[in-house]
């Protein structure tokens, strides 16, 4: 079965630019989260998806904004970028909501804002 | 775990040697932990969760032990070889009404010496 697959892997965008980022997630899995990762914070939950709906959100500004579609692949866009939001964007997916329910995290997009 | 941002500890082992990786958190509600391998340039690597209402969990080569009195999650790998060389994060999750996000720590840098 194939794993989470994230696109692109690599983006080089300029400040003030917007930016859309793509996650398919393992097949048979409903459930989607996006995480943040920078060295000065560590790994951030964004928001987490099931069945189109965003079930939770984390504290990110509405620059932040994502969706589910209905074979579970999920996007997520940043608009008018800063500096800061330079980081590797994951995206997790799990069979349901069940806290046990494990996530697996795909490869991530590496974005890089000049 | 910590969410926040700190310099990254780190753990070096010989190869062959055992390991042992702690983490703290904080959240008395958690009642599933996971750890994740995370290796240059991947995304984070599930390697074994344990439920709350367990102290003890084995798989190969991997051993995770919960201390819920004091907060407390280790994991222990037997025989490091050089390709446990990575970062190694725990997590925690759990809630009353689904998949909450995940918190993770900080992570630990383990690096095996040949």
């Known amino acids: 079965k194939a794993g989470v697959t994230q696109t692109p892997r690599y983006l080089i965008k300029t400040r003030g630019q917007q930016v859309t980022l793509s996650c398919s997630p393992i097949?048979?899995?409903?459930?989607v989260s996006w995480y943040q990762q920078t060295p000065g914070q560590g790994l951030q939950f964004l928001f987490e998806?099931?069945?189109?709906?965003?079930?939770n959100k984390g504290n990110f500004p509405g620059r932040f904004s994502g969706r589910q579609f209905s074979n579970s692949r999920s996007e997520m866009n940043v608009s008018t970028l800063e500096l800061g939001d330079s980081a590797l964007y994951l995206c997790?997916?799990?069979?349901?909501?069940?806290?046990?329910?494990?996530?697996?995290f795909g490869p991530g997009t590496r974005l890089t804002v000049l | 775990g910590e969410s926040v941002g700190l310099h990254l500890p780190t753990l070096s082992v010989q190869e062959g040697d055992n390991s042992i990786i702690n983490c703290a958190y904080s959240?008395?509600?958690?009642?599933?932990f996971i750890w994740y391998k995370q290796e240059s340039g991947k995304g984070p690597q599930f390697i074994i969760d344990i439920r709350s209402n367990m102290d003890k969990r084995q798989g190969q080569r991997v051993t995770v032990l919960l201390n819920k009195t004091v907060k407390h999650l280790s994991l222990q790998i037997a025989a490091t070889q050089p390709g446990d060389s990575a970062v190694y994060f725990c997590?925690?999750?759990?809630?009353?009404?689904?998949?909450?996000?995940?918190?993770f720590g900080t992570g630990t840098r383990l690096t095996i010496i040949p």
């Open positions: 998806y099931f069945s189109e709906t965003q079930r």
């Open positions: 097949s048979g899995h409903r459930s």
């Open positions: 997790a997916s799990s069979l349901g909501r069940l806290s046990t329910d494990t996530q697996y």
């Open positions: 959240n008395s509600a958690s009642d599933y």
């Open positions: 997590a925690e999750t759990g809630s009353n009404f689904g998949n909450e996000k995940l918190t």
